[in-house]
């Protein structure tokens, strides 16, 4: 349980958006989320963002709920600032406070024009150099955070074929496929959601062998986006995430309003 806690937090951490208007240079986004393994809630998370013409600020939190609190409780907090441009949102430092039961650790990367300039994580993780793949200097080239980079401005395509993703620990690679179009209506948002598969290719920084990674790497994923109108851009409501335990369900209960 403690497995699926922690790559569905890390999971939720890409679906921080909603919306409310303060105005016509600033506009703040509120949205929030409940995550269940089948019919179960494990957990749940809120996020709000600040946009302007030129940058962007979010912010969110995580925290496990029912059976998974039972086990160990699961929380963590997040934050990425960077750039608008005309085809992504580009991080220029993101953050990330992850806690399971007692144990805390932070992770911080620094970005410059997408390549990782600084990582730094807090407690420093023992690794067993006989099946852990590290992360390469190369790998760190033109990558996108996890929090900002499934969020896609208007004029540009929503289900792209390859994202880069770097969460400070972990490069992988997610392959979206576009699968058509869906109603979908919570609060704040009722309108059409664009419905992409997400397939998960790990590149590095992970353990070989791990038992949950090569399940995801078998299984695609599915995630919604639907169109915030006041910030002009696209950003996930609702994906269902396969596990060895079942699937995971993320669903925006507030989008906007």
């Known amino acids: 349980m403690i497995l699926l806690g922690r790559f569905v937090s890390a999971s939720i951490l890409i679906f921080g958006f909603g919306t409310a208007s303060l105005g016509s240079a600033e506009i703040r986004h509120v949205s929030e989320y ?18 302007d013409d030129s940058a962007y ?6 925290k496990s709920a029912g059976i998974v609190d039972i086990i160990s409780r699961i929380s963590a907090e997040t934050s990425v600032n960077g750039r608008m441009l005309d085809n992504k949102l580009q991080a220029d430092r993101y953050n990330l406070v992850y806690s399971a039961g007692k144990r805390t650790r ?5 970005y410059r ?3 990782v300039t600084e990582t730094t994580v807090k407690p420093e993780p023992k690794r067993n150099p006989k099946n852990w793949i590290p992360v390469t200097d190369s790998d760190l080239r033109s990558v996108l955070d996890p929090l900002s980079g499934l969020i896609f401005p208007a004029n540009s ?21 576009l699968k ?11 309108g059409e959601a664009i419905v992409c598969s997400i397939r998960y290719v790990p590149k ?14 078998k299984t695609p994923m599915e995630i919604w986006f639907a169109k915030a109108q006041s910030a ?3 950003a996930p409501v609702y994906a269902r995430i396969p596990t060895r335990m079942g699937q995971v369900y993320v669903t925006a209960v507030k989008y906007g309003g």
Do not use: Q, W
């Open 34 to 51: 409940d995550i269940k393994l089948g019919i179960l809630p494990i957990a749940r998370a809120s996020f709000a963002s600040e946009f």
């Open 180 to 190: 058509g179009t869906k109603p979908f209506s919570t609060r704040g948002f009722t």
């Open 113 to 115: 024009n997408g390549d």
């Open 106 to 110: 932070v992770y911080d990367v620094a």
């Open 204 to 217: 590095s920084g992970f353990r070989r062998g791990r038992s949950d990674i090569e399940y995801l790497k």
């Open 232 to 234: 002009n851009v696209y």
């Open 57 to 62: 600020r979010i912010t969110g939190t995580f």
């Open 157 to 177: 395509k929503v289900c792209p074929s390859r994202l880069p993703i770097y969460d400070g620990e972990s490069r992988m690679d997610l392959v979206l496929t």
